[in-house]
């Protein structure tokens, strides 16, 4: 499953020299993340209130080339891996209308209960996580 999600790079999510700040890479993944969950009938929400969290264990992003203020930009995430309790989503960022990628990385996430105990994903979550 892809998803394809356009944001502006704000003046506040750039440094001094107008570059977009390495950290915010990892916000604009989860902007991402939330919105492929939410077209997928899965918002956060819903999945909290059903005792599901999915806590981020592991990231990584390669930086390839600066996006600067103002910018729209494309963040295309994909589902990697989906385990009986865990994730993989993989991130790709463009500057709208280029198609020179600017970072890549991804995010793995926990399946777990409010208690931050491991938990299995429902079968429903999973199949829906699964969609080609």
Do not use: W
Not at 73 to 90: C, E, F, K, P, Q
Request: charged content about 30%; overall charge positive.
């Amino acid at each position: 499953m892809k998803g394809e999600t356009e944001i502006r790079a704000r003046y506040a999510d750039t440094d001094q020299m107008g570059v977009v700040y390495y950290s915010k890479y990892l916000e604009y993944f989860e902007v991402g993340r939330t919105e492929l969950l939410r077209g997928l009938g899965l918002p956060y929400t819903e999945l909290e209130s059903k005792g599901i969290h999915l806590p981020v264990v592991e990231c990584t992003c390669c930086y390839k080339r600066p996006a600067r203020y103002d910018d729209v930009l494309t963040i295309v995430t994909t589902i990697g891996n989906v385990g009986r309790a865990s994730i993989r989503m993989d991130y790709e960022i463009y500057r709208k209308g280029d198609s020179k990628l600017l970072a890549s990385g991804f995010t793995r996430h926990a399946s777990v209960n409010s208690d931050g105990k491991p938990v299995s994903m429902p079968e429903a979550m999973r199949a829906k996580l699964k969609q080609e």
